[in-house]
């Protein structure tokens, strides 16, 4: 039986002066899992990511989330644009699987010594996604890691994050319903709150 990453439990939050985005929301997620979440804008799909991280406290319920790691939906702004690929990589991950993880996610190693701007978004991405599991995560939370991205490209870069579903559980934000049907184990839809 897989290992549990994330188990939320009756989850209720509700920004300041709003009316409730979860009322008893429960989730979990496995190794080997990929769970979209879908919903139009302000629905509270990275609400659910900030409450997850511990960036926002819930008003009631508990969320229990195994170590995680994020891949953000603009490569460009989630990388400081001064610095090159690898020392903002080694600020956050020792950088002992590197090669290998190069190899598998097809990104060259001479490319982390350039600056963000130097690299094309699916270059970015990919490195996005290095970085994220250098972290050695059990759980990454993915915010439209595609959406940045052309649609071949996008999918190439998916199929890169699911070959390591054995050692993790992912949890992706997405407008993309047809990526979410294609490369998810469940989907949940976020309905808009009025």
Request: proline share 4%; aromatic share 6%; glycine share 6%.
């Amino acid at each position: 039986m897989s290992q549990e990453v994330l188990r939320i439990e009756n989850l209720s939050f509700a920004y300041p002066n709003s009316k409730l985005l979860y009322d008893n929301f429960s989730l979990h997620v496995k190794v080997g899992e990929v769970v979209a979440i879908l919903g139009a804008s302000g629905s509270g799909k990275s609400t659910l990511f900030e409450l997850i991280a511990g960036n926002l406290k819930a008003k009631s319920g508990t969320i229990h989330a195994m170590k995680l790691s994020q891949i953000f939906q603009d490569p460009y702004t989630s990388f400081h644009p001064t610095y090159t690929i690898v020392n903002q990589i080694s600020d956050v991950a020792p950088l002992h699987d590197l090669h290998q993880l190069c190899d598998a996610l097809d990104l060259d190693t001479e490319v982390l010594a350039q600056k963000p701007h130097q690299l094309s978004g699916g270059q970015l991405q990919r490195c996005s996604i290095l970085r994220a599991l250098l972290m050695k995560p059990a759980l990454i939370l993915a915010d439209e890691p595609t959406s940045a991205l052309d649609n071949i490209t996008g999918l190439h870069v998916m199929q890169l994050l699911m070959q390591f579903l054995d050692r993790i559980g992912i949890l992706l934000i997405t407008h993309d319903k047809d990526l979410a049907s294609w490369c998810s184990d469940r989907m949940i839809e976020l309905k808009e709150t009025k």
